[in-house]
T-cell receptor, first 113, second 111 residues
Framework: ETGVTQSPTHLIKTRGQQVTLRCSSQ?????VSWYQQALGQGPQFIFQ???????GRGNFPPRFSGLQFPNYSSELNVNALELDDSALYLCASSLDRAPSPLHFGNGTRLTVT | GESVGLHLPTLSVQEGDNSIINCAYSNSASDYFIWYKQESGKGPQFIIDIRSNMDKRQGQRVTVLLNKTVKHLSLQIAATQPGDSAVYFC??????????FGPGTSLSVIP
């Protein structure tokens, strides 16, 4: 069974640039959630994708957007990067939307300078 | 609004002792709760979960207790080991769309 994989592991961008982060879900999982984790804090929900559609969104501006592909992999796009976007971005997959544990990747560490 | 919080930000225990990590939640509509362990440089790792129709669930060396009356969740780790040192998060699921995490408790095991 393949777990959740994310790429890249680390990334440095300049304020104002755009970034795309990628996630491959665990085998058999059709739901992907993205979280932002600032240093020393708990993960904050960005949004979730189910069957290629956004299904729930947290308190993040529209410059945070995503996609889910037919193979259930996903992308997180952030436009007009700000310094406060520096964080660990976590992808998690799960089976359907029913109560079941999220399985996380090890994240992408984004630094905005 | 919805929130999940922890009573203690840090916890130090002697190796071999039992650990108890507490968590408060505010949304009485939450029906599913999860504990995660996060080690440095890694993503959160699932430990144990519990549904709101239960008040206790046991795993290997871990037990989760749910008290819906006072909206309280706890994680008990038996015979704590150095490998248990990590940050522990409680999380709640309020609907079919998102899991909300608390701020975390850092557990440090003293050899």
């Amino acid at each position: 069974e393949t777990g959740v994989t994310q790429s890249p592991t680390h990334l440095i961008k300049t304020r104002g640039q755009q970034v795309t982060l990628r996630c491959s879900s665990q085998s058999g999982h059709n739901t992907v959630s993205w979280y932002q984790q600032a240093l020393g804090q708990g993960p904050q929900f960005i949004f979730q994708y189910y069957r290629e559609e956004e299904n729930g969104r947290g308190n993040f501006p529209p410059r945070f957007s995503g996609l889910q592909f037919p193979n259930y992999s996903s992308e997180l796009n952030v436009n007009a990067l700000e310094l406060d976007d520096s964080a660990l971005y976590l992808c998690a997959s799960s089976l359907d939307r029913a109560p079941s544990p999220l399985h996380f990747g090890n994240g992408t560490r984004l630094t905005v300078t | 609004g919805e929130s999940v919080g922890l009573h203690l930000p840090t916890l130090s225990v002697q190796e071999g002792d039992n650990s108890i990590i507490n968590c408060a939640y505010s949304n009485s509509a939450s029906d599913y709760f999860i504990w995660y362990k996060q080690e440095s440089g890694k993503g959160p790792q699932f430990i144990i979960d519990i549904r709101s129709n239960m008040d206790k669930r046991q795993g290997q060396r871990v037990t989760v207790l749910l008290n819906k009356t006072v909206k309280h969740l706890s994680l008990q780790i038996a015979a704590t080991q150095p490998g248990d040192s990590a940050v522990y998060f409680c999380a709640e699921k309020t609907s079919y769309d998102k899991v909300i995490f608390g701020p975390g408790t850092s557990l440090s095991v003293i050899p």
